[in-house]
């Protein structure tokens, strides 16, 4: 199969402005004097503090940690004082327990963090455990803990892995600008990745709109026979991983399925990255890349910040608020990010971008009455039927929405974006999702 302007079924067109960040180098988020650090940052179970009030800490120092498969460890990512343990608010809308830690300015590291030997000496279970210890979680959506990813059942043969190159999110470039300046990372991640589940193929995927990307990959993997960087149509949603893997391998999920159901595993560039990291340099996941852009801030930038840094600081670092703005701020971008409340939340593992609106750009368009044009039919990649789960989910009658599978709905966006009448169709899909799942936990 030829690697090159590949896509899937549905999906639309939608501005990228990108062009605000896609070409300013990483840089250093200033020095947090205080962060809050959730206990509670991904997909499974919360963590239990490790340290009480009063601790001294160093940067790489668990802080957290659960008994159970599915979760991910915590850690500090400044050296100093712990000051509270306490229950806060976040940017996913949920309030979990939060270890709040002062700097003392001094970034001394944990006696921990260091190299993990060479990856031709780690076995398998070696690099999981090493992913899993680092509190790696994906860094492009749900947040799900990466060493439970890595480790699928022995009935699922895995023949693919996927590197998702694609950040198909408008606005957004953390990794973008991954791929250009650290390529190598993102192909030793891909390579341990590979030795962790046994697979001799990786692929890598990358929007045509991210030339410069694709030849950065190209380039680092040029020596590795069975790595291939895949240059993929420009459309939105193309980094869902299910889109991903229609795109590239020609397979599709079955409904309720996995991609590991269809031998395959799917992981985002700043995890890749992370994954290199923590066997490189023995780092856990105490900070990532985020964008902070939109045309409601002073200065857009691609900044490394620290787990736990207060949103108001890097906006601060970015010369703050133009004027008429905000009108919303988002983590993440326009199409699925998270409208905030508060600029103290804090910066989380899944922070891949802060988007500042202005008001002109948040102000919401007047809701029509559906006329049944059928356009949210045609751009769904899933082939639901938004304007019929919506109408059910408005009604409450969450049953029906079920059995036209809601819970198969990926919350693109696009049905959304591409409605004429603006109807709240992924809004209203969403809490469908939401109550469908209450009621099965509630069984």
Known sequence: MKLENLTFRGGVSVPHYKELTENLSIEKAKEPTMVVIPLHQHT???????????????????????????????????????????????PTGLTVNCVVIESDGKNELHESVK??????????????????EAGITGMGGASFPTHVK??????????????????????????????VEEPEKVIFGLKAIMKAVGVER??????????????SLKKASKDEKNINVASLKVKYPQGDEKRLISATLGRMVPSGGLPMDVGAVVSNISTTKAIAEAILEGKPLFERITTVTGH?????????????????????????FNENSPGKILMGGPMMGLSQYSIDV??????????????EEAKPEPIQPCIRCGKCV???????????LSSFALKKNFDKAEELHALDCVECGACSYICPAKRPLAESIRLAKR?????????
């Open 378 to 388: 045609d751009v769904c990649p899933v082939r639901l039927q938004p304007l019929y």
């Open 435 to 443: 109550e469908i799942i209450a009621k099965k936990k509630a069984k």
């Open 202 to 215: 990786g692929i890598i995927g990358i929007e045509k709109n991210k030339p410069d990307a694709i030849m």
């Open 346 to 359: 804090p910066v989380i593992k899944g922070t891949g971008g802060i988007l500042i609106l202005t008001e």
């Open 44 to 90: 499974g179970a919360p963590c239990e503090p490790l340290v009480k009030v009063g601790d001294i800490v160093k940067v790489g120092e668990k802080i957290g940690q659960s008994e159970a498969f599915v979760s991910a460890p915590v850690h500090s990512s400044v050296s100093g004082t712990i000051k509270s343990i306490t229950s806060m608010a976040i």
């Open 296 to 320: 409601g801030i002073k200065e857009p930038k691609n900044l490394v910040a620290k787990i736990g840094t207060p949103f108001k600081d890097l906006i601060e670092q970015c010369g703050g």
């Open 115 to 132: 190299p993990k030997g060479s990856l031709e000496d780690l076995s398998s279970k070696e690099i999981i455990d090493i992913i899993k």
């Open 150 to 179: 890595l480790s699928p059942p022995s009935d699922k043969k895995i023949d693919t892995i996927l590197i998702n190159g694609a950040e198909c999110e408008p606005y957004l470039t953390a990794d973008h600008r991954i791929m």
